[in-house]
T-cell receptor, first 111, second 112 residues
Framework: GQNIDQPTEMTATEGAIVQINCTYQTSGFNGLFWYQQHAGEAPTFLSYNVLDGLEEKGRFSSFLSRSKGYSYLLLKELQMKDSASYLCAVEDGGGSYIPTFGRGTSLIVHP | SQTIHQWPATLVQPVGSPLSLECTVEGTSNPNLYWYRQAAGRGLQLLFYSVGIGQISSEVPQNLSASRPQDRQFILSSKKLLLSDSGFYLC???????????FGPGTRLTVT
């Protein structure tokens, strides 16, 4: 089985930087996803990390440490439209390619 | 580019009625396909996944079933809906490279 933990809610100010953490315990590891989900909409793919380290995509970056069972999503230059739920999903080993999702972190960006 | 379609977008059905939700993918071949459900205030729950035509794996025992009659078509069905079947149903696909997974727009189902 898998245990995925994310903070339930975070708040931040427009223009600031926020880091959303995700810790996990799995039997083996294939990869870790981050998704953004606005209220009432489907999740939008942000990143997929397989190897340790930081991957940057514009204002969003994702970090992975497999040995520590830890990932974070870093959002820079926050905008009001970044207010959304951020979902961490982890695939365990075995080649099944089935991600298990955490409960998500609700990010509220204030002006 | 790949596109994923789901219909209908919203659905209101009485308890005990049947259900059929359809998902189709364009622009890719032999994708992995997934059905998820997101209940109000809860996380995404995997219901079914498929690695090919006619190959369906169920993750949660319940009154739902899935079928994959064509490579890029995935159908979620029920013979008799329960109140607890209400939720946001999402289809997702994953290509051969396995490094991305995309969701369709979803179907919001309310069972009354």
């Amino acid at each position: 089985g898998q245990n995925i933990d994310q903070p339930t809610e975070m708040t931040a100010t427009e223009g600031a930087i926020v880091q959303i953490n995700c810790t996990y315990q799995t039997s083996g590891f294939n990869g870790l996803f981050w998704y953004q989900q606005h209220a009432g909409e489907a999740p939008t793919f942000l990143s997929y990390n397989v190897l340790d380290g930081l991957e940057e995509k514009g204002r969003f970056s994702s970090f992975l440490s497999r040995s520590k069972g830890y990932s974070y999503l870093l959002l820079k230059e926050l905008q009001m439209k970044d207010s959304a739920s951020y979902l961490c999903a982890v695939e365990d080993g075995g080649g099944s390619y089935i991600p298990t999702f955490g409960r998500g972190t609700s990010l509220i960006v204030h002006p | 580019s790949q596109t994923i379609h789901q219909w209908p977008a919203t659905l209101v059905q009485p308890v005990g009625s049947p259900l059929s939700l359809e998902c189709t993918v364009e622009g890719t071949s032999n994708p992995n396909l997934y059905w998820y459900r997101q209940a109000a205030g809860r996380g995404l729950q995997l219901l079914f996944y498929s690695v090919g035509i006619g190959q369906i794996s169920s993750e949660v025992p319940q009154n739902l079933s899935a079928s994959r009659p064509q490579d890029r078509q995935f159908i979620l069905s029920s013979k008799k809906l329960l109140l607890s079947d209400s939720g946001f149903y999402l289809c997702a696909w994953r290509g051969l490279a396995r490094d991305e997974q995309y969701f369709g727009p979803g179907t919001r189902l309310t069972v009354t």
